[in-house]
């Protein structure tokens, strides 16, 4: 026992290494966070003067500034392009806007991938491998590109600046990593228990429902959590087809850009970036465990 004990203590220079290394990466990624809070917390004067020295008495009265001026108008125009009023988004509608958008737009993503990876991955048909090679060239090749036609599409279709038509929109089985975990966890569940179900009656939709997706459900949320994040952050899209509904970062873009008003200084907009990321901080401090230990490529890690 002793020796088993020494053997999993014993330090080498590999592994002292391997600790500075690891330790000075955690660094690199905590300080541009650190920076970023002492930006917030000083006078402008201070913050483009003085970038990297710690000025006290710390300016919190930055963040109040947020809250007051942090706002987004929108210009409405009728069918012919003529130009009716600006409309003034605040904070509380923009994280409602954010909230309906993260929430709806991720749900709708993680379902339909699911559902495409079950079939693909329990089904052994042609066009199930058609999916599979049009994911992996999908991950390939670049989609900015298409960005223009997809816009014009929308706005064809009756889609654009609809938060039903963002939903369609990002209801595609194109999941790339997130298809791919889920086709392999779909795959490395064994089938004893659909064939049993199926022998007993239950219709390919009942299986699905009743017997893989629960057993799924912990990689299903996670894979949802990591894709409400992705859209909480996102801008360029609510920016491009969502304009009407600015959400927190379309609204965090729009107000870093100023060049008038409390947006132009330095530590205004620090400011506002933390207030940003406090909901995810929040969400990743509850949610870490279930993020890190879900997500395996092999298949369901419970």
């Known amino acids: 026992m002793a020796n088993a004990k020494s053997k999993k203590f014993h330090i080498s220079p590999f ?39 710690v ?59 699911c559902i495409v990876a079950y079939i693909t991955a329990r089904f052994d048909f042609k066009i199930c491998r058609i999916v599979d090679a049009i994911v992996i060239v999908a991950m390939i090749l670049p989609i900015v590109g298409s960005m223009a036609s997809e816009l014009r599409i929308m706005r064809a279709l009756g889609f654009y600046n609809s938060l039903v038509g963002m939903m369609i929109m990002k209801a595609n089985f194109l999941g790339g990593t997130n298809f791919l975990i889920f086709n392999a966890t779909f795959k490395g569940m064994p089938k004893d228990f659909t064939e049993a179900a199926q022998i007993d009656g239950a219709s390919h939709l009942t299986v699905m429902l009743r017997i893989i997706l629960p057993l799924a459900k912990n990689m299903f949320f996670t894979l949802w959590l990591l894709m409400f994040i992705q859209f909480w952050n996102d801008y360029q899209t609510p920016l491009l087809y969502f304009p009407s509904k600015p959400t ?12 008038t008003g409390a947006g132009k200084e330095l530590p205004i907009k620090m400011a506002a970036c933390f207030i940003l990321m406090i909901p995810i901080l929040v969400i990743f401090l509850f949610t870490s465990e279930k993020l890190i230990g879900n997500v395996s490529m092999g298949g369901l890690k419970e």
């Not at 600790?19 to 917390?41: E, K, R």
């Open 248 to 259: 927190l970062s379309y609204g965090l873009y729009r107000f870093t850009q100023a060049t």
């Open 15 to 53: 592994r002292i290494i391997i600790f500075v290394l690891l330790a000075v990466y955690v660094f690199t990624l905590f300080l541009p966070l650190l920076w970023g809070v002492n930006i917030s917390l000083k006078t402008n004067l201070d913050a483009v003067a003085y970038p990297f020295s």
């Open 55 to 113: 000025k006290w008495p710390f300016i919190f009265g930055n963040y109040k500034t947020v809250f007051n001026e942090f706002y987004v108008g929108i210009n409405i125009y009728d069918k012919l392009g003529a130009f009716l009023r600006t409309d003034y988004y605040f904070m509380e509608h923009m994280l409602w806007f954010t909230f309906l958008y993260a929430v709806c737009c991720s749900f709708a993503n993680i379902a339909v991938v």
